[in-house]
Structures are given as C-alpha cells and as structure tokens.
C-alpha cells in the first residue's frame, strides 16, 4: 500500500492524474487507513475530474481516519465553498470543531467571514483578537481583509485604518482604502474624509496594479458627496469602460497570482470569477445609476453562483437595508 500511495505522489506531480489516481485507489484497497491517500483523490476528483461529490466523499473518508487532522478540516470547507453549499451550514461544520479551526490561521479567518455573514459580529471580533496571526505566503492581505469588513459592519473605521498589532500585517502602498474613507466621511460628516475617498486612484489587487477596481464606486459616491459632480461622472464612466474591458477580455492569471490563495487548493473556473467580478461592478454601476432593483438582482445572481462572495453579500445587505 505504501509503494502505490508513494508512485501515485510521483505520477501526480509529474503530470500523470489518471495512472495517479489508480495507483491511489490501489493503495486505498490494500490500506484503507492512509488519511494521505484519500486527501489526495479527493484533490484529484475536483481538480481533475471535475466531480465535486466524489471529492466530498474522499475528503469524508480522509476525515473518518483522522477526524482531528485541521489541514483537512480546512481543506474540506474549502471543498464546500467551491461547492456553494451556504455560508449558514459552513458555519455550522466549522463550529462542531471550533477548537481545531482556530490551531489555523487561515481556518480562523474563514470562520470570522463566516461569523461575520451571519451577523455575529462580537463573536468575529473577539475571534479576530484571540491570537497573533502569522501571514502564510500567498495569504497575504488576508487578515486585513476580514478585519476591514468587521469594521465596516460594525462602522469603527478608525479601528479599520489602525488595525491592530496582533493582525500582524500592514496595508500595501498601493491598497485602495476609498470605502473606508467614505465610510468615516459618512458617519462623521467629515469633508476631509471624502476628500481622501475622493483621491483614491487605481487598486493592487491579486499582487497586481488596476486602474479601477471595486473601490472606485466608493471614489464616485465621495466625489458626489462634495458636489464634484462631473468629475464623479467622469470617473463613473470610466469605471464603466474598465468593466466593459474585462468582459470584453480573456480570463488569464496574473504571473504572481499563482501564490494566491484562491490558486492553492482547488482549482477555479477563471471564466466564471470574471463574470462575477464584472457582475458585482455592473452592480456597483446600477447602484451609481440609482437603479437599486436591477443593482439586487445582479447581485443575486452573484450570490447564486458563489454564496461566499463576501462583497455581494455586504452589499446586497446595504441595499436592503437603505431601501426599506
């Protein structure tokens, strides 16, 4: 059984999945109590195969061997995710075995998001302040992103634009910070803070610069907010040709990308995350447009797609709630 799982490690690696995964399945039947083995068909049923069911039901197998294995209880809720299964029933997994998701970083982030989407923010702010946080690479940003969205929901931006020392990370020089800033201009009525949001230009996202992003909508609101208004016009349009150019073009991975978290694990249809991307912009751009029903049902069909895009959610929240 060792000889098979090491040949089908060697034949994966060197690009051969099908004599990979029979080595593996070989294995399996001699040796059915190598957790290795089955984490493996179960990464090779997705990313190969494209069955996500026989993914769950090796990853399961993986787990009934080592039920207190935390990569593999980390792995399988990414499973879940790829999957759509909702936020509410990853949440409830991950709590049954809150004790091993908080021994990882990137674990404990995914349960914050998840806290977070289902309201509980006290729960996620004391889960984020817990620990000290050692950023993994490709991981980078990761901790800032969950603390950001805390503090938006929670309107302390000043925490936000300060995080605290345990996160562990500082912004890039580059990260767009327009929706805090309009954010603080908003709750304070402060000028100074939408001249900042104003300012903004361009983004670095997936360790690589934009010209426009989803932070530009914030720039165009905080540009209106001053009575700029052709200048908030402007940049409105051309938020809406950069969205017109990414459906336009091929979805492709930047070269530093490929550290990204997201590139990790469980291979993502590029296609269909660039139509989601341009969808929630088209979203943005509705919102822009005071189209707030045709903003919602863009934003849905988001959501339909992947239950986890945190930044639909978050808005399609805002307009429920300024709509009421």
């Known amino acids: 059984a060792r000889a098979r799982a090491l040949l089908g490690h060697w034949l994966y690696a060197n690009g051969r999945p099908d004599d990979a995964c029979a080595a593996w399945n070989a294995a399996a039947a001699l040796d059915p109590d190598d957790p290795v083995v089955w984490r493996n068909l179960g990464l090779a049923a997705f990313n190969h195969l494209g069955d996500a069911d026989q993914a769950c039901a090796a990853y399961d197998s993986a787990l009934a061997v080592a039920p207190e294995d935390a990569r593999l209880i980390f792995e399988r809720d990414q499973l879940d995710a790829r999957r759509g299964v909702p936020p509410g029933q990853r949440l409830d997994r991950l709590l049954r075995v809150r004790a091993l998701v908080e021994t990882r970083d990137d674990a404990t982030i995914e349960l914050a998001h998840l806290l977070l989407s289902a309201g509980r923010l006290d729960e996620a702010r004391e889960l984020l ?41 500082a912004r890039h020089p580059l990260a767009n910070t327009a929706q805090l800033h309009l954010l603080r201009g908003d ?69 530093f990308a490929t550290s990204l978290p997201s590139m990790l694990l469980f291979t993502e249809d590029l296609a269909a995350a660039q139509r989601r991307r341009a969808g929630f912009l088209r979203a943005q751009l509705d919102i822009l447009d005071w189209q707030y029903g045709r903003a919602g049902d863009r934003l849905a069909a988001v959501l339909a797609e992947d239950p986890h895009h945190v930044d639909a959610l978050d808005l399609a929240r805002s307009i429920r709630t300024s709509t009421r």
């Open 129 to 169: 302040l817990s620990r000290t946080f050692q950023p993994w690479e490709g991981g980078e940003g990761e901790v800032l992103r969950v603390w950001d969205r805390l503090c938006r929901l929670r309107s302390t931006v000043d925490e936000a634009l300060n995080p605290p020392r345990s996160l562990s990370e």
């Open 187 to 255: 709750l304070m009525e402060d000028r100074a803070s939408w001249e900042l949001a104003a300012a903004q230009q361009g983004d670095f996202l997936g360790m690589s610069a934009q010209p426009h992003s989803e932070a530009t909508f914030s720039s165009v609101l905080a540009l209106r907010r001053l009575g700029r208004t052709d200048e908030a016009a402007r940049l409105a349009e051309a938020l809406r040709a950069f969205c017109d150019e990414l459906e336009a073009s091929p979805a492709t991975v930047d070269y």
